[in-house]
């Protein structure tokens, strides 16, 4: 299996035990540029594709320096907190109702 060509040393690719291989980057450069078109290209068939469409909204938004403002970010944090519903990571917006804890 080939490795895809990293750019920097912000991305890395990992193989796992299951002999799948991993490229990681936290550059939004990365992400805008090779993430979300090949996601687009290449669509997810479950339930996380709801959760790409939000992710890549986050990912324009703070392309645009929404980031940077008060109203932006909460309006990315009210769109982060709609993904992943039922992972451990999950987190709510003060004076919403707080998710059941499921563990």
């Known amino acids: 299996m080939r490795s895809p060509r990293t750019s920097d040393a912000e991305a890395s690719v990992l193989t796992a035990a299951d002999r799948t291989v991993k490229w990681e980057t936290r550059r939004l450069e990365d992400i805008l540029g090779r993430v979300i078109p090949h996601f687009v290209r290449y669509p997810l068939l479950s339930g996380k594709r709801g959760d790409f469409e939000r992710f890549a909204v986050v990912c324009e938004l703070i392309r645009h320096g929404a980031h940077r403002e008060r109203e932006g970010l909460i309006q990315i944090v009210k769109i982060a907190s709609e993904m992943n519903p039922s992972g451990r990571r999950r987190y709510w917006i ?8 499921a563990r």
Request: proline content about 12%; hydrophobic content about 0%.
């Open 94 to 101: 003060k004076g919403s109702t707080r998710p059941t804890d």
